[in-house]
């Protein structure tokens, strides 16, 4: 039989102290401050506690001066710091370190709840994330008219993408009315249709400052906009409901202009690129059909099958070269007059209005060059075309002429007496169809008696 370890009460509470303090060493612990005591010795002692329970809480003297405002009684506080056992009286308590003010505590829950209610509907799915345009003509800011983000995105979007059409919807981002107005704002916007994209942008603050947009029916008037939303509310550290359903999360409102704008520098380049690549490509393709098309000729012209086949294939390769240059080309000029249209759209960055006839005479003379191209390779084609055709022994046959030739495997073509035997069999092959003969007799001449 065992014996069971008795402990005494010191033991016990030592134990349940080594216990917790090992358990919970840094733990943060949302609540509200009652009984709060500041006895001589400068520490505070008080009860940190919710709807449902409570735990006390010691403040040292040596921590309390580096918060920013002292406690006091009712405030909602986050603690930050770790569980201890004071032994003599076997109480267990919260020794903090630094405590978080201005109701961020209880504001803190209400965001965590909310978000995670918010993110089980699937509100925050990436699913439903609209794209941002990527060349946009017309962008409305939602956001206080006289607020710095504002400005920030102006400077911003006026350096960048000049041709830009920017609108500004003022509304209040702060204080009891601003969710309200923001959700009427996002509305008026869908229904108007005038723009392409929604930009909601405030600058930083406290998470009070922010609240606004942490409502739920905002969150609600986001997700079912037509048009993407983009939000840009406060610094890189700051985080709202907004962001997280928005269709894009930007840092800070001049992030946003940043993110959401191409840099006009850049399209310029782009342009250039594409012309480049254009020029190489279709330079690229026609050096690819001309090898093709000496290839043919080459193996055309060593052949041994049959020459009428052979120009069947050459004029069914020839078809399809045509066919392929055509789609290429339209392929290509079609390209061409999109990024044309680009180009004339941003008009305020090209100055392709400058340069019309520039651009009109460019493209013609690439018309020219294609069509010059394709003519120089359909004479080269009809050149060999005709070639073929007159040394084609078709048409000798077709004069009266014939072809002997042995009946063997290898068809050989009898042009010498000596390569037949009196009564061996061979085929005689006609303009049109072909005799089998047998040799009665082989008679040796010399080359006059063979003049007809």
């Not at 940043?258 to 190489?280: N, Q, T």
């Not at 060593?302 to 339209?330: G, K, Q, V």
């Not at 073509?413 to 000596?418: A, E, F, L, V, Y």
Request: aromatic share 6%.
């Amino acid at each position: 039989m065992t014996t069971q370890k008795i402990f005494s009460v010191s033991e016990l509470t030592s134990a349940i102290r080594n216990m917790l303090e090992q358990r919970y060493r840094f733990i943060s612990v949302a609540g509200e401050i009652t009984n709060l005591r500041r006895p001589g010795s400068g520490h505070c002692y008080f009860t940190l506690k919710d709807d449902r329970a409570q735990i006390k809480a010691v403040l040292f003297g040596m921590q309390r001066r580096y918060l920013a405002q002292p406690p006091k009684d009712g405030q909602m506080v986050i603690c930050q710091g770790r569980i201890s056992v004071y032994e003599p009286r076997g109480d267990y308590q919260l020794i903090v370190d630094t405590m978080d003010f201005h109701g961020a505590g209880a504001l803190q829950l209400a965001f965590e709840q909310l978000k995670s209610k918010l993110n089980q509907e699937g509100l925050f799915d990436s699913a439903h994330k609209k794209p941002i345009p990527s060349l946009p003509r017309h962008i409305t800011l939602v956001t206080s008219a006289s607020g710095a983000a504002v400005h920030d995105f102006i400077r911003l979007a006026a350096s960048r993408y000049p041709q830009l059409h920017l609108a500004v919807y003022p509304v209040a981002v702060q204080g009891d009315q601003a969710a309200a107005e923001i959700c009427q704002a996002i509305k008026d916007l869908n229904d108007n249709k005038a723009t392409e994209c929604i930009v909601l942008t405030r600058g930083g603050g406290s998470i009070e400052d922010l609240w606004a947009f942490n409502d739920e029916q905002l969150a609600h008037v986001i997700h079912d906009s037509a048009l993407p939303v983009v939000s840009a509310v406060g610094h890189e550290i700051d985080f709202t409901i907004a962001d997280f359903v928005a269709d894009l999360r930007a840092p800070t409102p001049s992030g946003a202009a940043e993110m959401i704008l191409p840099d006009s520098s850049g399209l310029v380049e782009r342009i250039a690129d594409l012309s480049k690549r254009l020029d190489s490509s279709l330079n690229s393709q026609l050096n690819e059909y001309s090898s093709r098309l000496m290839l043919y000729q080459h193996q055309l012209a060593s052949a041994t099958r049959p020459i009428d086949n052979l120009m069947l294939r050459l004029d069914h390769y020839r078809e399809l070269l045509e066919h392929a240059i055509h789609t290429r080309l339209l392929t290509e000029q079609s390209r061409l007059s999109e990024v044309t249209n680009r180009l004339h759209k941003n008009t305020a960055l090209l100055n392709v209005q400058l340069y019309p006839k520039k651009i009109q005479a460019i493209q013609q003379r690439f018309h020219q060059a294609m069509e010059q191209t394709l003519h120089g390779k359909t004479r080269d084609l009809l050149g060999c075309s005709n070639v073929l055709d007159a040394v084609s022994p078709l048409a000798t046959l077709g004069r009266g002429y014939a072809i002997a030739r042995k009946k063997s495997r290898e068809k050989a073509i009898i042009s010498q007496t000596s390569q037949v035997r009196q009564g061996e069999n061979i085929e005689v092959i006609l303009a049109q169809g072909k005799l089998d003969c047998l040799i009665d007799a082989v008679q040796e001449n010399n080359r006059s008696e063979n003049k007809l």
